[in-house]
C-alpha cells in the first residue's frame, strides 16, 4: 500500500518561496501522475498542477508562472516550489497519485497546512 | 470548467437516502469523479469515470450522469459517512473541483 508524506515549512513570509516535498513509501515511482492540490480554508480544492514519472509537467494556468514541480525517483520524492507566494496561497497543500496513468486520484498524502504571513 | 455542487450543507439521519449533485459548467462526457473528505485525513477516491465504484468502497455509494449534471448517492447513509464529498471533472485542463458537500447530523 503507497503511503504520501508532505513534509515542509508550516510559515512562509510573503514574497518569499513555497518548498513542499513529497515523500513515496510502499510503491514505485514509476508510471503515475505526481500531484500536488490544495485547499484553502473554507474554499474547495484547486489542482496545482503534477509531474508524470518521466518528467513532463502541467500546471494550472492560475499559477503557472510561480510553480515549480519536480521529481527525485531515486529518493523516491517530489517537490513543490510556489514563489512570490502571498496570503492567498494559506492554505493545506496535498501531494497526491493518480490512479495508474488515469486524471483521477487513489492515493493522497493528509496534507499539511502553509500559512503565508509575517 | 466551473464545477457546482449542491447543496452546500445536507443535514440526514442514520438510514437515510441521500443525493449530492454536481453540476459542470460544460459537457464533461462522463470524466468525473467523487472524493469522500475527513477532517486532518486523505481525501478517499469512491467513484471514478462518473459512475464506476472504486475498490473497496462499500457499495451504498453508487455515481451517475453525464454531460452536465451528476449525482453522488448513498443509499442507506451510516455513521463514518458524516462527512464532505466533492467532485472532480478530468475532461479538459485545469482539472477542477466542486466545492464541497458537508453531510452532517
Known amino acids: 500500500q503507497v503511503q504520501l508524506q508532505e513534509s515542509g515549512p508550516g510559515l512562509v513570509k510573503p514574497s518569499e518561496t513555497l518548498s513542499l516535498i513529497c515523500t513515496v513509501s510502499?510503491?514505485?515511482?514509476?508510471?503515475?501522475?505526481w500531484t500536488w492540490i490544495r485547499q484553502p480554508p473554507g474554499k474547495g480544492l484547486e489542482w496545482i498542477g503534477y509531474?508524470?514519472?518521466?518528467?513532463?509537467?502541467n500546471y494550472n494556468p492560475s499559477l503557472k508562472s510561480r510553480v515549480t514541480i519536480s521529481v527525485d525517483t531515486s529518493k523516491k520524492q517530489f517537490s513543490l516550489k510556489l514563489a512570490s507566494v502571498t496570503a492567498a496561497d494559506t492554505a493545506v497543500y496535498h501531494c497526491?497519485?493518480?490512479?495508474?496513468?488515469?486524471?483521477?486520484?487513489?492515493?493522497w498524502g493528509q496534507g499539511t497546512l502553509v500559512t503565508v504571513s509575517s | 470548467i466551473q464545477m457546482t455542487q449542491s447543496p452546500s450543507t445536507l443535514s440526514a439521519s442514520v438510514g437515510d437516502r441521500v443525493t449530492i449533485t454536481c453540476r459542470a459548467g460544460?459537457?464533461?462526457?462522463?470524466?468525473l469523479a467523487w472524493y469522500q473528505q475527513k477532517p486532518g485525513k486523505a481525501p478517499k477516491l469512491l467513484i471514478y469515470?462518473?459512475?464506476n465504484l472504486e475498490s473497496g468502497v462499500p457499495s451504498r455509494f453508487s455515481g451517475s450522469g453525464s454531460g452536465t449534471e451528476f449525482t453522488l448517492t448513498i443509499s442507506s447513509l451510516q455513521p463514518d459517512d458524516f462527512s464532505t464529498y466533492c467532485c472532480q471533472q478530468y475532461f479538459s485542463y485545469p482539472w477542477t473541483f466542486g466545492q464541497g458537500t458537508k453531510v452532517e447530523f
Open positions: 497526491a497519485r493518480s490512479k495508474g496513468t488515469s486524471n483521477y486520484y487513489g492515493d
Open positions: 510502499g510503491g514505485s515511482i514509476s508510471s503515475y501522475y
Open positions: 469515470d462518473a459512475s
Open positions: 460544460q459537457s464533461i462526457s462522463s470524466w
Open positions: 509531474i508524470y514519472s518521466s518528467g513532463s509537467t
